[in-house]
């Protein structure tokens, strides 16, 4: 029971601290904050973030973040850097050096030649009177009184600050561009928000031999085989000159049968509704999607600019194709 009693303590310590420590960010989004955001958006170059260590983990991330959210940024290991790759960073380009000591032997041996190749440079430190902060032009101060370890040696109150602290940084630069959800997703097209926003209806849509289709005057009998057959539980109805004239599905069939209507004798024109709502093959899913939802259907016809059935599509191709 101690032990138990111990454990929990330790964690609710733990996060205590790290939360003091993100609280202590809040005075110091300040002119410096304004100057490294000013720095970067006037960057013609891109962010290249580095960082030994634990600060190279979190430095890694930050970077992702930017370049996920309209600023162009990658990661270089400062030890590789000094044995070739820092001919991956250009003038244009601004290096966010982070590094709680602010002497981390690996980053301050890369400031001379940042320097001199004339590459502007921001920290990202615990000590603002380390030899990375006064070599930088502007410091994001990340010191924290204290490291959640109770030996105040591994860094963990330090790294989650220098995190939320790149977030803060990465956020306010999102929005001083105008990124938006739809320039999200040309970073994420694999995710679902990249196939919510992306997937157009010509993706997902059945077309061709799959599309179920009847021409006026067909028996409503024949019309429910060309819709078992294709399975996509609706049938469009074609005219005579291949436009839309309407649409049958399952619902409409539940409807027939509650009428009584003699689905042997009954003509698809006397049952079907009439043209339907459509949408468009260059139509995002999304918006397919909600026109289904707004009208509470589960079909709808795709047609093109003549109003001619091209495709078709349901909930369920919707859902496979993880757009709902």
Do not use: W, Y
Request: overall charge negative.
């Amino acid at each position: 029971m101690n032990q138990t009693r111990d454990l929990i303590d330790s964690a609710q310590r733990t996060i205590r601290l790290e939360l003091e420590a993100v609280q202590e960010l809040l005075p110091r989004i300040d002119a410096n904050f304004i100057k490294a955001c000013e720095l970067i958006l006037a960057c013609k170059g891109r962010v290249v973030v580095v960082g030994m260590g634990k600060s190279g983990h979190i430095g890694n991330k930050i970077a992702a973040t930017l370049a996920s959210t309209g600023t162009t940024s990658f990661f270089v290991h400062p030890a590789e850097a000094s044995h070739g790759d820092m001919g991956m960073i250009t003038k244009d380009d601004i290096v966010l050096a982070l590094s709680n000591s602010g002497s981390t032997a690996e980053i301050v041996t890369l400031l001379p030649l940042i320097k001199r190749l004339g590459i502007r440079l921001i920290s990202m430190t615990g000590n603002p009177d380390s030899p990375l902060a006064k070599a930088a032009e502007v410091n994001l101060d990340a010191r924290v009184s204290q490291e959640a370890c109770p030996l105040n040696l591994a860094p963990t109150s330090s790294t989650t600050a220098s995190l939320v602290l790149g977030d803060a940084l990465a956020i306010a630069l999102l929005e001083a561009r105008g990124f938006t959800a739809e320039d999200f997703a040309f970073s994420h097209p694999g995710g679902a928000l990249g196939r919510r926003l992306l997937l157009k209806v010509e993706n997902v849509m059945n077309a061709g031999d799959a599309l179920p289709r009847v021409n006026r005057g067909t028996s409503l009998r024949d019309a429910l085989l060309e819709m078992t057959q294709k399975g996509l539980g609706m049938t469009v109805v074609l005219e005579a000159d291949g436009r839309l004239a309407g649409i049958f599905t399952d619902g409409d069939l539940r409807r027939t049968l509650d009428k009584g209507i003699d689905v042997r004798q009954a003509s698809i024109d006397e049952v079907m509704t009439p043209h339907g709502k459509t949408a468009r093959a260059e139509m995002l899913a999304a918006e397919a999607l909600k026109i289904m939802e707004d009208h509470k259907i589960n079909a709808l016809v795709v047609v093109d600019d003549q109003d001619r059935p091209v495709g078709a599509l349901n909930m369920h191709d919707l859902l496979r194709a993880g757009v709902m």
